[in-house]
């Protein structure tokens, strides 16, 4: 996709000789999520390319780059995954985006331009690598420039982001941003990336020293000491270890308290414990230990190596995540492959978001290899080809099934449908190559009859009638994405029959659709008490009034998005919010 979108010149300003070198983003090459469409420049991540436009303007504007969430009520709805134990209490994102850059610098600065809702961004990566280079690297090395616990910025305003970044020992044109939108009260809107640098190694300063000391840090998740991911098959293929001292009576532990105490660390900590006794070096290496196993953060450093060296322990593993690991080489299919071969055996779910190694033969072992999956997240794996998605049709156990921004297609995604007929939750936003949704929604209600959550973000064609028949096949649907599906209309009834049809609903998304009137506001109102989080942002047919008969008779309502509602004015929302304190009544005005 990134071929039909636009692909910037570098703006910078060069001056004699290792002057400071100043230039905004060229491409924006990965990225994994945005709130915008797949087939357009609205809200999407590409408009981080190139020079600002909208700063220094504050304000909801389209031609900014805006990620799919924010605040923690995507965590508060049904269709929430589960948090991975030992995840390290210092990694903390939950999105990234990745941009290019003309020229290789040795970055003295890196300046985000936050137009709307700052804050979100809390670590800045560099990398060695040159992705215009006509030859691959030897070496692949990601630094952390600057990272930071997410933060509370109580102003909206527009922003000039200039953290203080450390020095690093190679050149780069390729720059990461991590977010985190958690603590945000709305969307943050991002608008271009500024990168200053020298076109040689610039002098080590005091300055840059001191920094470089904090950086040593427990919260850093790169390790210093050489105890990181990179060091993993170091750790675990130690052999020599040496009868440690006196360790009092630790050892009259009973096993399973001493696998207990040791369930608290994380797997760095896991590898440096394995080193200090043969008896720690066991439980360290006890496959119980490895049940749930979280790489993802550990995304910069996890090779095939590391695979390997984790093989032996993870016979047992159930829970793997793997999201955004492998990238740029890292790990190979054949690597990824020899690892499920020995450890998919007994996985129930798998975590794969933006795992851009992945092709057809990984999800073909992924299938051998994991008969009693339950849950797989191809989320933003968007380099997958359509066929690959052909043999997810035989997990037959599945019940979670993510492809948002994938190219799954209609005959593939059709069969997966058919023979997948336990899915209780099903993400297929901003999945452009399905042809028509009403086929999709009328399989989903046909087959499908245990499903609970279903997103359709951003589906282009489907109307009244596949929304008709999926409102009488899953009539336990507790959530349900419909936000900017234009096609469908108030006036065919579709809503209403959903509200009736649909008494479980906790979340309904009805974003940017412009016909949602009164009528429907009022049948949420009588039939679906249950409900947590409406969003109509948009709509022009709403008023206060309906809105205060939902809020009082919907006790939970926690969220309630009415932006960009022109009947809904400021006091209107004052008075509301006054009657009803509980609720976050979110409002956003046209500049």
């Known amino acids: 996709m990134m071929n039909s979108h636009r692909t910037i010149e570098s703006n910078s300003r060069t001056s004699p000789l290792n002057a400071e070198v100043v230039q905004y983003a060229k491409e924006v090459v990965d990225f994994s999520s945005h ?97 215009y280079s006509p030859s691959p690297p030897a070496e692949v090395r990601w630094e952390i420039l600057w990272s930071e616990r997410p933060t509370k910025v109580n102003a909206s305003q527009a922003r000039q982001f200039k953290p203080c970044i450390k020095q690093i020992n190679f050149p780069t044109n390729l720059i990461r941003l991590e977010i985190n939108s958690s603590l945000l009260d709305y969307y943050t809107e991002l608008d271009a990336v500024v990168l200053h640098g020298m076109k040689e190694k610039p002098v080590l300063s005091l300055k840059t020293s001191l920094i470089d000391m904090n950086d040593l840090e427990d919260d850093d998740y790169e390790e210093e000491d050489g105890c990181g991911m990179d060091n993993l098959n170091k750790k675990f293929s130690s052999t020599a270890l040496k009868e440690g001292p006196n360790n009092g009576y630790f050892d009259k532990l009973p096993y399973e308290l001493i696998q207990l105490i040791l369930n608290h660390l994380t797997l760095p900590d896991l590898c440096r414990l394995a080193q200090t006794c043969k008896l720690l070096h066991q439980h360290c290496c006890d496959p119980l230990q490895y049940i749930h196993l979280n790489l993802q953060p550990y995304w910069a450093k996890l090779n095939d190596t590391s695979l390997e060296f984790l093989q032996a322990r993870c016979t047992l593993v159930q829970w793997l995540n793997l999201s955004w690991t492998g990238n740029r080489g890292f790990i190979s299919v054949a690597g990824f492959s020899r690892f499920l071969k020995v450890c998919g055996s007994e996985l129930v779910r798998l975590e794969l978001s933006c795992s851009h190694f992945l092709n057809e033969t990984c999800l073909e072992v992924i299938s051998e290899m994991c008969p009693d999956l339950q849950d797989l997240n191809l989320s933003s794996c968007d380099k997958l080809p359509p066929q690959a998605f052909n043999h997810i049709a035989k997990l037959c156990s599945l019940k979670r099934l993510v492809l948002y921004r994938t190219k799954v297609e209609q005959t593939a995604l059709l069969s997966i449908l058919n023979f997948c007929s336990e899915l209780q939750h099903l993400s297929l936003g901003s999945c452009i190559m399905i042809e028509d949704y009403d086929v999709i929604a009328s399989m989903i209600g046909a087959k499908c009859k245990k499903l609970r959550t279903l997103d359709l973000w951003r589906c282009k064609n489907i109307t009244e009638n596949g929304i008709a028949e999926l409102a009488s096949g899953c009539p336990l649907l507790e959530e349900l994405d419909l936000g900017w599906c234009p096609t469908l209309q108030s006036s065919t009834g579709c809503f209403a029959r959903l509200a009736r049809q649909l008494p479980n609903l906790q979340k309904l998304f009805l974003t940017a659709n412009r016909s949602v009137c009164d009528t429907d506001i009022e049948e949420l109102a009588c039939n679906c008490i249950r409900l947590r989080q409406l969003d109509i942002l948009g709509t022009r047919m709403v008023s206060p009034a309906s809105l205060r008969k939902l809020l009082e008779s919907c006790k939970d309502l926690s969220l309630l998005d009415v932006s960009f509602c022109s009947q809904i004015d400021n006091r209107a929302v004052l008075e509301l919010n006054a009657a009803f304190p509980k609720v976050f009544i979110k409002k956003s005005f046209t500049q």
């Open 35 to 131: 709130y915008g469409s797949e087939n357009s420049m609205s809200y999407t991540m590409w408009n981080l390319a190139g020079v600002p436009n909208v700063f220094p303007s504050s304000g909801d504007f389209t031609q900014t780059a805006v990620f799919r969430t924010y605040g923690t009520w995507w965590d508060q709805c049904p269709s929430a995954f589960l948090p991975f134990k030992r995840t390290p209490h210092n990694f903390q994102s939950q999105d990234y985006v990745e941009l290019t850059f003309e020229q290789q610098v040795y970055p003295t600065a890196v300046h985000v331009l936050e137009t709307y809702h700052p804050g979100a961004v809390i670590r800045i990566l560099a990398c060695s690598a040159n992705p």
